[in-house]
């Protein structure tokens, strides 16, 4: 079932269902059984820790986490739920239809989810969310110093849009919009820096290519969506928007933003994180 994918939707590359815990249940031919443990462990983590930054976004009774999307300069890498305590993830070329697998993958779980069901071992969705949102109802402490203009003007400006912090390679926050708490932004970045290294490690799913970069993580949940930019010089930009809001414009701001933030903020980190 899972070779659907890849035999029907041209510039897809693999497909793996792996279970809550990070196991492999099975894999399309030709991704090595080391890349495919690896995929498994790397996505169950990341989905995890989707569902404790959802109070990020803002707090909301229905806080469903929909899919992660992971792109990189060589390709995309794609996580959506497959029945109870299972996900099917998949990877594609740069310039896949989008729809086209998108409906393929639902597709293939609406199959897959008459046959699977995973209980997974430990339910973190709600101790996770609770966390998050109990940090996301904290009220603003960060101070001026703490404070980025450039953002605040962002999230301003974009209907819908909740909240953003810059944080360096270290994983500490470097400064965030004015609504964010110290306390906040601190549980934010760590989760992020978190899922920043599970993104850089599903690369060899989305193809084996030699200095690949990490550029981005688009979580989606039913109230929001979270986004997680590569800003070089080993930063991140991690970003909040309720499902609503003009996705486009959000994005394109936020990119827009990155030459200034490090022009503003020029720390002693070398390198990039986004390599992969």
């Not at 930054?53 to 995309?76: K, M, P, Y």
């Not at 994983?171 to 993104?199: E, K, N, V």
């Not at 993580?217 to 928007?241: D, P």
Request: with cysteine; charged share 20%; net charge negative.
């Amino acid at each position: 079932m899972l070779k659907d994918i890849v035999d029907n939707v041209p510039k897809a590359r693999h497909a793996v269902l792996l279970s809550a815990d990070g196991l492999p249940r099975g894999a399309t031919e030709g991704l090595p059984a080391k890349d495919v443990r690896t995929v498994s462990a790397a996505m169950a983590g990341m989905q995890s820790l989707s569902r404790a930054t959802a109070g990020f976004a803002g707090w909301e009774e229905e806080q469903q986490w929909h899919q992660t999307i992971i792109e990189f300069s060589h390709g995309w890498n794609f996580l959506i739920g497959a029945g109870q305590g299972a996900y099917l993830a998949a990877a594609a070329e740069p310039d896949v239809d989008m729809q086209q697998i998108s409906f393929r993958m639902h597709r293939l779980v609406a199959r897959l989810s008459r046959n699977l069901t995973s209980p997974p071992r430990v339910n973190a969705q709600d101790a996770a969310a609770g966390t998050a949102g109990d940090a996301a109802r904290h009220q603003a402490t960060g101070g001026s110093g703490f404070v980025l203009a450039d953002l605040d003007e962002v999230i301003a400006d974009v209907k819908g849009a909740r909240h953003a912090v810059l944080l360096g390679s270290d994983g500490l926050p470097r400064g965030a919009t004015s609504q964010m708490s110290r306390d906040l932004a601190d549980t934010i970045c760590a989760a992020m820096t978190a899922i920043h290294a599970y993104s850089r490690a599903t690369s060899p799913f989305a193809g084996a290519v030699e200095n690949a970069s990490w550029r981005q993580t688009v979580i989606e949940y039913q109230h929001a969506w979270i986004f997680l930019i590569n800003a070089g010089r080993g930063r991140l930009l991690a970003a909040a928007a309720e499902h609503d809001s003009d996705i486009e414009e959000f994005t394109t701001r936020l990119h827009d933003v990155v030459p200034r933030l490090s022009a503003e903020h020029n720390p002693r980190e070398e390198g990039s994180g986004g390599h992969a």
